[in-house]
């Protein structure tokens, strides 16, 4: 097999673009999971509903668990180590910053109907 030339790792680019979609696919259709419960996405918008059922039972944020596991497949996918810096800021900004802001709203919102909730499901698996 030539490894060399205009068309050297086609393939693999090929599968990596299906892939690519595919992961797309999968965050609208999370999307658009969470909308038929009736809440909203915005982080920063006062949180209405409380969803605990579908994946919100056995983690509490199922968008950005998936999310980092795409970026992680993505990562693993190119096999290159430049993409794990992507997968580390995302996890550190959502772990650390995003996820405790949409908890303590939660928390003031729900109240102990979320923290029986926070008790019982874990925040990634």
């Not at 690519?20 to 999307?31: A, E, W």
């Amino acid at each position: 097999m030539c490894r060399s030339g205009p068309f050297h790792g086609f393939h693999q680019r090929c599968k990596c673009l299906v892939k690519c979609l595919s992961n797309f696919k999968g965050l609208r259709y999370g999307r658009n999971g969470n909308q038929g419960s009736g809440t909203n996405l915005n982080t920063f918008i006062r949180p209405d509903i409380l969803v605990t059922a579908g994946p919100f039972r056995f983690t509490r944020n199922p968008m950005y668990l998936g999310f980092t596991l795409v970026l992680v497949g993505n990562w693993l996918l190119w096999g290159t180590l430049s993409p794990a810096i992507g997968v580390i800021l995302f996890f550190v900004a959502a772990n650390f910053w995003y996820i405790p802001f949409e908890e303590l709203r939660c928390e003031e919102v729900f109240g102990e109907e979320y923290l029986a909730y926070k008790s019982r499901v874990r925040r990634w698996l």
